[in-house]
């Protein structure tokens, strides 16, 4: 048996699903690896930048200088100053910067943000550092550059003091949210991700492994039924339980109705059978009773031979009246239904088995509606009705109670009879209407197969269980003749 497209389909999607997450594994390293060299890029231009701007404005320092010779700073410095450093500082983005001479800072701009004249303070961390790396450049005559963390912010310095000027140089650049930590924290962020799509990609393919699993079991299991009806598919623990559930369900109640079916052929195979055994046999029967009378005729006046003769006919129609209720499984043995009262059927049956009742001290109780009418046979339904009533009395036994109970339903009469007795075992309730099963001592197992017969063939149903006393049988008789 080839799989079926789901389960195609589920295969490729696995494999899919593999090959996502391999690539996923791959993106992510190339994602952390991208990161640090960003990192690192962004820091190298930026220090190549901010070198570039640092000798810029040295020399436009030393130019500004040379013109005013030694005369000591004032208000007019810092804005001179200004303009050179905004004229240097407006070709590289994000970089401010300015001069500083005796340990005061002149001509802070910042030309990507603010406009010429605008008044700029510096940071406390820039001003101490700043200050550091104009005396380390003063003694070596070198630009010098510094990296710098100032919260989740990175802070690119540098700085250039040539020893023979009194004027010194300095520029920085400021990237927010770019510190190790803040670095660390999407790394972390990072991770976490792949860690929750590394775990919803394997939960995917567990589940998807499993339903692979789970249908083979499937596809063997129902190969094996084929083979077995009494088979049943092992229990699953994932989202197949309930398809295995009602695979086994579907294939008990396969099994129930196959044995109910053969039981039905089996029963009316045999019911024709005695059928006709029994119609072979009245004749003959029939005839040795006309003799057994004459011959009681005859042997009228020997009292010693009457209760012999006597004795043959009572047998003879006992066994008459056996082969009648065989003739009943005959299958061209239609019945003469029509649209009838029920209550006096009902009646007639029950003042018909009272005195047996009465004899075995059981009281009949009837629960029944007016004007109740349904598509039945009279006599068939009396004859099945005495021969349930016979045996709730005797299964009632001494004070014992025989409930019948009339309830209408949407398609059907109900006639229920409830007795008092013990209930009926399971084998009982499987076996009750087969033919020759008793458990009656001296029993002939013919009057529930005879019942059944009977309704069966006016159209109505009966079915057998436990009421909340004893056994209880139900008639369900058709309202009209299409139900």
């Not at 059907?412 to 009879?417: D, E, K, V």
């Amino acid at each position: 048996m080839r799989f079926p497209r789901i389960v195609a389909a589920q295969r490729l999607q696995t494999w899919l699903l593999i090959t996502a997450l391999v690539a996923m594994f791959v993106a992510a390293l190339l994602v952390v690896d991208l990161a640090r060299n960003l990192r690192t890029v962004v820091i190298s231009d930026s220090t190549k930048a901010l070198t570039n701007a640092v000798k810029e404005l040295a020399q436009s320092g030393r130019a500004w200088q040379s013109g005013r010779g030694a005369t000591p700073p004032d208000n007019l410095t810092d804005r001179q100053l200004s303009d050179a450093s905004y004229d240097v500082l407006r070709s590289y983005p994000d970089i401010e910067g300015g001069y500083m001479l005796d340990g005061v800072v002149y001509g802070h701009t910042f030309p990507t943000y603010t406009e010429p004249g605008s008044t700029l303070r510096q940071a406390p961390l820039e001003a101490r550092e700043v200050g550091a790396s104009i005396a380390i450049s003063r003694g070596t005559g070198r630009v010098v550059t510094r990296v710098l963390h100032d919260g989740r912010d990175l802070v690119l310095l540098a700085a250039y003091a040539d020893p023979a000027h009194p004027l010194s140089a300095w520029c920085l650049r400021r990237l927010f949210n770019f510190s190790e930590s803040n670095e660390l924290n999407q790394r972390i962020l990072l991770v976490a991700a792949m860690i929750v799509a590394l775990a919803a990609i394997l939960f995917v393919l567990r589940l998807s492994f499993g339903l692979q699993r789970g249908f083979e079991v499937i596809q063997s299991g129902l190969q094996r039924l084929r083979a077995d009806p009494g088979y049943r598919l092992p229990d699953q623990e994932h989202e197949l339980e309930p398809i295995v559930t009602a695979i086994n369900q579907m294939a008990d109640g396969r099994q129930v109705a196959e044995s109910e079916l053969r039981r039905e052929d089996r029963l009316r195979v045999m019911g024709r059978v005695v059928a006709g055994i029994a119609h072979e046999i009245r004749n003959p029967l029939n005839s040795i009773r006309l003799t057994a009378r004459v011959l009681a005729r005859r042997l009228h006046d020997e009292p010693s031979a009457a209760e012999p003769v006597s004795l043959i006919i009572a047998e003879i129609d006992r066994l008459d009246s056996l082969l009648k209720s065989l003739l009943v499984f005959r299958a061209h043995e239609a019945a003469k239904a029509r649209l009838q009262p029920v209550e006096p059927i009902l009646a007639r049956t029950i003042a018909l088995v009272k005195p047996h009742a009465e004899d075995s001290g059981v009281t009949i109780a009837l629960q029944s509606l007016p004007e109740c009418t349904a598509w039945v046979d009279g006599d068939y339904l009396q004859q099945a009705l005495i021969n349930l009533l016979l045996n709730a009395i005797d299964a009632s036994g001494p004070r014992g109670t025989v409930e019948i109970t009339v309830t209408r339903t949407r398609h059907a009469l109900s006639l229920g009879i409830d007795d008092s007795g013990p209930g009926l075992t399971p084998e009982q309730q499987d076996r009750a209407f087969e033919a020759f099963y008793t458990t009656k001592t001296g029993g002939t197992g013919l009057g529930l197969a005879v019942t059944k017969a009977l309704l069966e063939k006016m159209g109505a149903s009966i079915r057998s269980g436990n009421g909340a006393r004893g056994a209880r049988f139900e008639v369900l008789l058709p309202l009209d003749q299409a139900a």
